[in-house]
């Protein structure tokens, strides 16, 4: 059963163009990681988000947690093809013997084309 | 170093054969994760260790698979009679512990295992 369901998997868009990642469940999480991976390396973090209904800004990425903190979106604004890579989303459940364990969405593969 | 190292990088094996794969974390990271990553997938959740606590194996697919965490530092996944649907890509990561459904995990290359 997959917790957290990421859309699109795939995304293939041109420079300058603007972009929505979604990240849904039906449970509720304690938080909400986006996190960022190139390929040969780890996934890095981009930002982690905490309080139901908030909005974090890098740069020309915006990060909003749902309200019901049960899905989360990223979007980017004139992406560039820096941008091009494996997007994570991963939530963490509150208490209980899930505490500390991330579950993690199946990933966008996002592909900037200059 | 000053990141998560995880050894060895590529690791080719035939059907049936044990592997150890091996992952130092950033020195003072009381919590360590093992997750295994299929092509361009997302992360599927082996193993977590937190301190002294007794280790989270809830995502361990079989009992071919251990893990194990020395002295709170260095930890060792093996996978014993591997198959070849254990090919993937296992990547290891750690975090300070202090508030583990918010703390930052800091991810190791990982080690990509073909099985033959």
């Known amino acids: 059963t997959q917790l957290l369901e990421q859309s699109p998997q795939f995304l293939s868009i041109q420079e300058g163009e603007n972009l929505t990642v979604y990240c849904n469940s039906s449970?509720?999480?304690?938080?909400l990681q986006w996190y960022r991976q190139e390929p040969g390396e780890g996934p890095v973090l981009l930002v982690t988000?905490?309080?139901?209904?908030e909005v974090k800004k890098l740069k020309r990425l915006t990060f909003q947690f749902g309200d019901a903190r049960k899905d989360s979106s990223l979007h980017i604004t004139a992406a560039q093809p820096g941008d091009t890579g494996l997007y994570l989303c991963a939530g963490a459940r509150a208490g209980g013997t899930s505490y500390g364990k991330l579950t993690f969405g199946q990933g966008t593969i996002l592909t900037v084309h200059p | 170093g000053a990141g998560v190292s995880q050894s060895p990088s590529n690791k080719v094996t035939e059907k049936g054969k044990d592997v150890e794969l091996r992952c130092d974390p950033i020195?003072?990271?009381?919590?360590l994760y093992w997750y295994r990553q299929s092509l361009g997938q997302g992360l599927e959740f082996l193993i977590y260790f937190q301190g002294n606590s007794a280790p989270d194996k809830s995502g361990l697919p079989s009992d071919r698979f251990s893990a194990e965490r020395t002295g709170g530092s260095v930890s060792t996944l093996t996978i014993q009679r591997t198959q070849q649907e254990d090919s993937a890509v296992y990547l290891c990561?750690?975090?300070?512990?202090?508030?583990?459904?918010?703390?930052?995990?800091?991810f190791g290359p990982g080690t990509r295992l073909t099985v033959l």
């Open positions: 449970s509720v999480f304690s938080s």
């Open positions: 020195s003072g990271h009381t919590a």
């Open positions: 988000v905490v309080t139901g209904g």
């Open positions: 990561a750690s975090s300070r512990g202090s508030y583990p459904s918010r703390d930052e995990q800091f």
